[in-house]
């Protein structure tokens, strides 16, 4: 009878994973076609979970109103991999760091594999671009150069503990080294190296667990670090830093909780997410003025769960939030315009955390 019972359960369990696999491939026409999209199509990376093997790439294609579960999946005839942290476009080709798999994933714009880099043993996080190279941070402390040509792997530099976002400004390469696999001993450093030559250059003191790092039109980097999540005593919460890039150093130090943030035409995007309370809220900041521009930037009744990414089109204003509700099953991703209403949103797979927006 537990043979049977086991046997059961097994089929079953095969069927959904077989409905799951279907429904990657699947092209669907169910949303109505929409207006003053200012993008050809937009890419969204989702993370899949830790571990399973289940990252996948969805593609929505604004021309003919067709959604791709897993374009990756579709094109190449293979998944992805584990862990999709990062999705970037440089040139004509797409760059996807692939964590726990260890790879970097090179396509070209329509999801064509060109080459897949292992990093084996460097557990790659996040990835930069400037003059002509790809530098890629990893959490064995190392910084991995690639030249966007050839697309080899060309030198390599150590920064801090488990690096976790990187960044160019004024020239200079800008790397947040987390610590985060060291908790409760958090990083709490920025390395600056030079991108020609990968020497270091300086060593910013910032609040510990730095994360993500992005840099505005102006030379400002913004550096968000997750403090200890209020695990430890003393609790030391997120906060968002601005670093003058001229000199190196952190020149202010903002009030406001923060989770995840992106820059956009002179104004910084950013979400607070309590994990207690499950509540949310989206703001904007303008980088010139350094004053919060609108406190509630979705103004209908849409509800967003538990937000995981969000990316602006430059073109047009219009935000994208990506949806993680649980974290362990399909998230969704919500498109509003610059007035905060709702223009349409559609499904994609776990945990969707990165969108690429092609013009």
Wanted: with cysteine; glycine share 6%; hydrophobic share 35%.
């Amino acid at each position: 009878m537990k043979r049977r019972s086991f046997l059961n359960l097994f089929l079953v369990l095969a069927l959904l994973f077989s409905a799951c696999h279907k429904k990657e491939m699947t092209v669907t026409e169910d949303l109505p076609p929409q207006q003053d999209m200012g993008a050809s199509s937009v890419y969204v990376l989702c993370e899949g979970l830790f571990n399973s093997n289940n990252s996948t790439l969805a593609f929505f294609d604004f021309t003919n109103n067709k959604i791709t579960y897993d374009i990756f999946l579709a094109v190449n005839n293979r998944g992805l991999g584990d862990t999709g942290n990062d999705l970037q476009l440089y040139g004509s080709k797409l760059y996807c760091i692939v964590n726990v798999s260890e790879t970097v994933e090179i396509m070209s714009k329509d999801a064509h594999s060109l080459r897949q880099i292992s990093l084996s043993g460097r557990q790659p996080r996040r990835i930069t671009f400037h003059e002509g190279s790809a530098f890629v941070c990893c959490f064995d402390g190392s910084v991995v150069k690639i030249d966007t040509n050839t697309l080899e792997v060309t030198d390599m530099a150590q920064a801090g503990s488990n690096p976790d976002g990187i960044c160019i400004a004024n020239g200079k390469l800008y790397v947040a080294n987390s610590g985060g696999l060291n908790n409760p001993n958090y990083g709490h450093t920025v390395s600056v190296f030079d991108p020609n030559t990968l020497q270091l250059l300086n060593e910013i003191e910032v609040i510990i667990n730095p994360t993500l790092i992005k840099a505005d039109n102006y030379g400002n980097v913004y550096v968000l670090s997750n403090g200890n999540y209020g695990l430890y005593t003393p609790n030391v919460p997120s906060a968002l830093q601005r670093i003058d890039s001229q000199n190196d150093e952190v020149v202010k130090t903002y009030d406001f909780p923060i989770t995840n943030f992106t820059i956009c035409n002179d104004k910084l995007y950013f979400y607070f997410y309590n994990y207690g309370s499950q509540q949310s809220q989206i703001q904007i900041m303008d980088v010139v003025t350094e004053n919060i521009v609108n406190n509630h930037f979705v103004k209908d009744d849409t509800k967003i769960n538990a937000p995981y990414g969000i990316e602006v089109n430059p073109a047009n204003g219009d935000v994208y939030i990506a949806d993680a509700y649980q974290f362990t099953t399909n998230g969704d991703v919500y498109c509003f315009g610059a007035d905060g209403h709702k223009k349409f949103s559609f499904e994609v797979g776990v945990n969707p955390s990165k969108f690429v927006i092609l013009p």
